[in-house]
Structures are given as structure tokens and as C-alpha cells.
T-cell receptor
Framework: AQSVTQLGSHVSVSEGALVLLRCNYS??????LFWYVQYPNQGLQLLLK??????LVKGINGFEAEFKKSETSFHLTKPSAHMSDAAEYFC???????????FGTGTRLKVLA | DTAVSQTPKYLVTQMGNDKSIKCEQN?????MYWYKQDSKKFLKIMFS???????INETVPNRFSPKSPDKAHLNLHINSLELGDSAVYFC?????????????FGEGSRLTVL
């Protein structure tokens, strides 16, 4: 069975500081991994996805994530936080052959001026 | 041009009523989904349809009945609404081999049951 754990339901960073949002997954088969962002009262928007082509994945808005199989992790980073990054972030896992995408519980990012 | 559109965006209703939410996607995708997001932002899959065929029914009470009249539409009808049904319901779609493509989400339909 697949699962996703996001450590830290709330993360606060100062504007300009590094953003690190953690995601660990559990999957018995090669996973597909995704990060989504949700702004207030909106749907989820894809930031980036891992599909086994490259372990370091670059996404939109300056975000990137690194797939580490040995650590079963797919942490999301951004070198310098902007106020506009304040939102809810979700990690998700799936695998080929299933339509079941499993989401983590989300991490709310707050950016302090 | 909205890719995945849901209507209505807000519903407020009394316990025991029946309500429907409609979803349409203009992306040409062949798989559509309903997800429920609770007050703690937890997202749980409810249903998945591929080419109008039900693929996933995730132990949802049978008061919830999805219907896919064609590949571009997936509607959700809820009978005998309960307080616990209050949530945001998201429609999504995807393309390609199962589990490999990203999900495209609608903006959500916020259901409040009084």
C-alpha cells in the first residue's frame, strides 16, 4: 500500500530564507511523486512531478525537489521565499497501473516579512 | 478558458436534502476523479472514472452517486445530506497511463450542510 507523510503541518520562514517542506513516501513499487500548491479558496496546482527520468526535479516558481530512494524522501525546496509562496503544499504518490493518487496531510507555509 | 470547471462553487443546504455538483473538463482527458477535502485540508479520493467506467469507489456511502455521461463530464449526486458531508469537493482529471500523469483540479465546490 502506498502512503505519504508530510512532516510539519505548519512551517514559517522569513522572506528571502530557504524553504524546505518534507515528504516521505511508502511504496512497494516505483513511485510517481508530485508536489501541489493550494492557494486559499482555489484548487490544487501542480508544482512539479517525479517520473523516474531525473532525481532532481525543477518545477514552477523556483521550486525543486530531489528524489532519494534510499531515504524514501521527496522534499521540496526553494532557495529564497517570497510572500506570494504562502499557501498549503501537498505531496502525493501514485504508481503506474493505478488511478489512486494518495495525498499527504499538507503543510501550510507562512512567509514572514 | 477553464480546464476543469465545477458548478456550483458554493452550496448551503439543510440536512436530509439532495444536491448535485457538476464537473466538466475541456482537456480531452480520459480519466476523472472526485476528491473530498475536509476542514483539516485532508484530501481523500472518492471516485475515479476512466472512459465513463467506474474504476475506483473508495468506500464512499451509497448516498453518493457519481455519473459520467461522457468522458468530459463527471457529476456527483448526494442524497440525504448529513452534517459530516460538509467539505470542499474537488473534481480532477488526468491523461495517459494510470497513475503517471498529473491531476488537473477544478476550483472546488464548498458544501455546507446545516
Amino acid at each position: 500500500a502506498q502512503s505519504v507523510t508530510q512532516l510539519g503541518s505548519h512551517v514559517s520562514v522569513s522572506e528571502g530564507a530557504l524553504v524546505l517542506l518534507r515528504c516521505n513516501y511508502s511504496s512497494s513499487v516505483p513511485p510517481y511523486l508530485f508536489w501541489y500548491v493550494q492557494y486559499p479558496n482555489q484548487g490544487l496546482q501542480l508544482l512539479l512531478k517525479y517520473t523516474s527520468a531525473a532525481t532532481l526535479v525543477k518545477g514552477i516558481n523556483g521550486f525543486e525537489a530531489e528524489f532519494k530512494k534510499s531515504e524514501t524522501s521527496f522534499h521540496l525546496t526553494k532557495p529564497s521565499a517570497h510572500m506570494s509562496d504562502a499557501a498549503e503544499y501537498f505531496c502525493a504518490v501514485s504508481h503506474s497501473g493505478t488511478y489512486k493518487y494518495i495525498f499527504g496531510t499538507g503543510t501550510r507555509l507562512k512567509v514572514l516579512a | 478558458d477553464t480546464a476543469v470547471s465545477q458548478t456550483p462553487k458554493y452550496l448551503v443546504t439543510q440536512m436530509g436534502n439532495d444536491k448535485s455538483i457538476k464537473c466538466e473538463q475541456n482537456l480531452g482527458h480520459d480519466t476523472m476523479y472526485w476528491y473530498k477535502q475536509d476542514s483539516k485540508k485532508f484530501l481523500k479520493i472518492m471516485f475515479s472514472y476512466n472512459n465513463k467506467e467506474l474504476i475506483i469507489n473508495e468506500t464512499v456511502p451509497n448516498r453518493f452517486s457519481p455519473k459520467s455521461p461522457d468522458k468530459a463530464h463527471l457529476n456527483l449526486h448526494i442524497n440525504s445530506l448529513e452534517l459530516g458531508d460538509s467539505a470542499v469537493y474537488f473534481c480532477a482529471s488526468s491523461l495517459g497511463t494510470a497513475g503517471t500523469g498529473e491531476l488537473f483540479f477544478g476550483e472546488g465546490s464548498r458544501l455546507t450542510v446545516l
